[in-house]
């Protein structure tokens, strides 16, 4: 069903919106005093050709009464009707997107001479006339120097820009607004009433709210959703629409925005490994996210953008935006905008986003994997707290696979312990490893933070890392996995060795891996 055509207004009264434009057109009506150039300027779907079409049946009607305030076109005489059906030769539609030749100006040209068939005016709409071309313009223009008295010109366009200066001083031009949302959600209910289609309220709040101020897209959008509806009974749902025109929302991208708003790196990280195993988009996903990740702040600025999410996915950024610190989530929004084209580019698409992770979230507390997301916020504000920290961090909390490992802790006597150990292997080991921060203990894996990427290239070949990964064995009785990241930002307050040392040793340690 074309409801845009079924359900246009066919009489000023029935015209939504644009009060200011129709109160200046009856006014000029009821006195007789109208203007023989019209320029209607705005966006699509505002009604601007509607109210043209209005206007030409209300100059034509033989059926309105000419007493004062009766401007309404009779919508009876054969003038009206005719116009309804499109068959009246005394309205001259030209469209001029599909039509931008000289020829139809110049025959419009030759033509307007003539008197009108059997109608009082001869009334030419043009749609989209910025797309003229300059020779068609100009012979337009010169039409409207000396318009026949019988000529009405009705230029509709999404352009105003465009149109020459020549033209404006020559017409009475009006800017047509966009649909409010409720003119909108008004018009959409009207027509549901109208057809006998019932609808839930919010489902047209959310068709109101992407018909983006377009009555034309309001009823195109109501069209497409009725004609696929499941039984006549039953109400056309919020959900439904959502299905219908693909904005469910992926559930991995909630998933790792509240990994995200957690702080939890391990799930974050396990994530993006699974999605990495299903093959999925990273740059897509990372546009989905930045989307969720806006609505989170949006919703924390006081700004409702949750129209297109079902309640369950509402209701998730609600408590998002709970735990979410305004100013981290900006900055995150930020990078990840900044990461969309090192993901494209990147040989590990993933790569950007683990980064971004890295630096969002902090140290891994085992204990906080299962927290629930309303237990959060407590823990967000602990990562405030360890953010400004350079100590080194504690060691995990352990499993219950740990109980018969040994229990000793990875702490500051165990990071001297290794560096003793590495000195007994290698004296520029340990030079090395004294520049370095105890990072993060999680499940098995140790990280070191190295401030210069040269030293952590170093620690991480194979040589090293076996050597560092044993003494660690040696003095735990657990094997952990050695892991090196750079962090330019690292402040390490170095108890002994001097510069000299520290870059002999690179030279010494520096492995060449084949
Ligand atoms: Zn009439």
């Not at 009821?30 to 019209?38: E, I």
Request: net charge neutral; with cysteine; glycine share 4%.
């Amino acid at each position: 069903m074309v409801y845009y055509r079924k359900f246009r207004p066919q009489k000023f009264a029935d015209i939504l919106g644009q009060e200011h434009i129709v109160q200046t057109l009856t006014n000029a009506l009821s006195s007789g005093d109208f203007s023989h150039g019209y320029l209607f300027a705005g966006p699509r779907g505002t009604g601007k050709t509607t109210l043209a079409r209005v206007m030409a049946k209300a100059l034509n009607c033989t059926g309105r009464s000419l007493a004062k305030d009766s401007f309404e076109p009779c919508n009876k005489c054969s003038s009206c009707k005719e116009i309804t059906l499109g068959r009246s030769l005394d309205l001259i539609e030209i469209d001029a997107a599909s039509n931008r030749g000289i020829d139809e100006i110049r025959d419009l040209r030759e033509k307007i001479r003539f008197a009108p068939t059997k109608s009082k005016y001869k009334i030419y709409i043009i749609d989209e006339v910025h797309m003229l071309t300059k020779e068609a313009f100009n012979a337009l223009l010169k039409t409207l120097e000396e318009p026949p008295k019988h000529a009405i010109f009705m230029m509709a366009t999404t352009e105003p820009q465009k149109i020459l200066p020549t033209i404006l001083s020559r017409v009475q031009r009006f800017d047509f607004r966009r649909a409010e949302l409720e003119e909108l959600k008004k018009l959409l209910k009207k027509i549901a009433q109208a057809e006998a289609i019932k609808i839930d309220d919010e489902a047209i709040g959310l068709l109101a709210q992407l018909s983006t101020g377009s009555y034309r897209d309001a009823l195109s959008l109501f069209g497409q959703i009725s004609s696929v509806r499941k039984t006549i009974a039953s109400n056309i749902t919020l959900e439904q629409i959502q299905q219908i025109l693909g904005l469910a929302q992926d559930k991995s991208v909630f998933d790792f925005a509240e990994a995200l708003a957690m702080g939890n790196r391990k799930l974050a990280f396990e994530l993006i490994s699974k999605l990495n195993l299903q093959g999925i988009d990273f740059e897509n996903f990372t546009v989905k996210l930045i989307e969720t990740l806006r609505k989170i702040a949006l919703w924390e600025l006081g700004e409702d953008q949750l129209f297109d999410l079902t309640h369950e996915y509402q209701d998730k950024v609600k408590k998002m935006a709970e735990i979410f610190e305004i100013n981290l989530l900006m900055k995150m929004i930020e990078k990840f905008a900044l990461a969309l084209p090192q993901i494209k580019s990147a040989s590990i698409p993933q790569l950007p986003l683990e980064m971004i992770v890295f630096e969002f979230t902090k140290s891994c507390h085992s204990e906080q994997s299962n927290v629930t997301l309303s237990e959060a916020k407590s823990l967000s504000r602990m990562r405030d707290v360890t953010e400004t920290s350079s100590e080194i961090l504690p060691p995990p909390r352990r499993g219950q696979n740990d109980k018969n490992k040994s229990t000793k802790n990875l702490n500051q006597d165990l990071w001297t312990e290794i560096i003793k150990g590495a000195k007994a292997h290698n004296h520029s080991l340990a030079a090395l490893l004294k520049d370095a921060v105890l990072a993060e203990t999680c499940d098995n894996t140790i990280t070191l933070a190295f401030k210069f990427k040269f030293h952590a290239d170093i620690i991480s070949g194979k040589r090293n890392t076996q050597a560092i990964e044993g003494i660690i064995l040696k003095n735990t009785g657990t094997a952990y996995k050695l892991n090196c990241i750079v962090n330019p930002e690292l402040v390490v307050k170095k108890p002994t060795d001097s510069e000299d040392e520290l870059l002999s040793g690179a030279k010494e340690v520096f492995e060449v891996e084949e």
